[in-house]
């Protein structure tokens, strides 16, 4: 079959090679046909190294297709079923499960070792988190997949993978954003774009987008921003509201600088919302002064801040009942062939979100 591949950590570019093969099946496990796939900046930082990933390896984490073939002891899904893929599935056992945190659940972790792609005759090759949806087919466990609606887009609801439901489940589950409060949304990108969706569903009687790139700001109005300012003018923004800033202030880059940013313009008991993913060497620092003074809380956000199932299932409602709009956020469509030009794509900030489709 056909699949991307990055062959060593620091690529800027990916290999696309039909001599890729999709290995493991066996008891607890499910083979899945993919149809489409998103790119997720997600997918860039494993290439660059910010997220440990193993090369060589098959980006890609937000996918769905359908289930060609189940394994001995799999109940939760059957062939033929359309399901997205999970890149972090809970166990439902550990310390986090039990305390109603399956979002932090890490067990998943330990198949990053493990083989999921054969290249050519004899090398081994990794999958995402192990998912690796830049491929035709994909071998994962079956707490990998979640199952949608027969009747929703691959293309759609390959978006669910990962950066909708991250920014929806900011703003539903870990922010909990008001009615008639005041937000602010740092990056405009997939994942920002679907947290102002999440906060406009919450009832948020101000959003507003802060984005260097205009037509990044311009496009977010369309998604329920109320206004869209330069990084430049979020200072005098956030000062002009009553408080002197945002009740909500999220962060979708994943830089210290704009978290600092975030912090600077929530107001006095305000929240700042982390959802960027960032590097492990690049420090933000708050003094213990303002820290007690201003009691602003610091919001980390996970994977959606909430049981991804649960999540995921709120998402699909949301779209099916009109309030959450998926279709208009997939702003490019390319084969596998074109998966380098999505890459330039998103890194220039022209796209929202690319699907590649995979037939």
């Known amino acids: 079959m056909r699949a991307a591949i990055l062959h060593e950590t620091g690529q800027d570019k990916l290999e696309v090679r039909d001599d890729v093969e999709a290995v493991g099946f066996g008891p607890g496990k499910v083979r899945v046909r993919l149809r489409a796939t998103s790119l997720c900046h997600s997918d860039l930082s494993a290439m660059a190294g910010i997220m440990p990933q193993p090369a060589p390896f098959v980006p890609g984490h937000e996918g769905a297709g359908d289930v060609v073939a189940v394994g001995e002891g799999v109940t939760s899904v059957a062939e033929g079923d359309r399901v997205v893929l999970c890149w972090m599935p809970p166990c439902g056992v550990c310390g986090h499960c039990r305390h109603g945190q399956s979002h932090l659940c890490v067990a998943s972790l330990r198949r990053l070792s493990t083989p999921s792609f054969r290249l050519g005759a004899a090398t081994d090759a990794f999958g995402f988190y192990s998912t690796g949806t830049f491929a035709e087919e994909v071998v994962v466990a079956a707490d990998s997949v979640i199952p949608v609606p027969a009747d929703m887009p691959y293309e759609v609801a390959a978006l669910i993978g990962c950066g909708v439901t991250t920014g929806v489940g900011a703003a539903v589950n870990t922010a909990q954003v008001q009615p008639g409060s005041s937000v602010a949304v740092i990056g405009a990108g997939g994942v920002g774009i679907a947290a102002v969706q999440g906060a406009r569903i919450c009832g948020a009687a101000r959003i507003t987008v802060v984005d260097p790139v205009a037509s990044r700001r311009e496009r977010s109005l369309a998604f329920g921003a109320t206004d869209a300012v330069a990084p430049e003018e979020l200072k005098a923004t956030s000062r002009g509201l009553d408080g002197g800033g945002f009740d909500y202030v999220f962060e979708a880059v994943g830089r210290s ?103």
Do not use: C
């Open 257 to 359: 600088a704009t978290v600092r940013a975030a912090y600077d313009a929530a107001r006095r008991g305000g929240a700042v919302v982390v959802i960027g993913a960032g590097a492990k060497d690049d420090q933000v620092s708050f003094s213990m002064a303002e820290l007690f003074f201003n009691e602003k809380r610091v919001l980390p956000s996970f994977y959606g801040g909430g049981d991804v199932r649960r999540t995921s299932g709120r998402v699909i409602d949301l779209w099916r009942a009109g309030r959450l709009d998926l279709d208009s956020m997939i702003t490019h469509r390319l084969p596998l062939e074109g998966v380098n030009e999505a890459i330039a794509q998103m890194r220039s900030g022209e796209a929202l979100r690319t699907v590649l489709t995979l037939g």
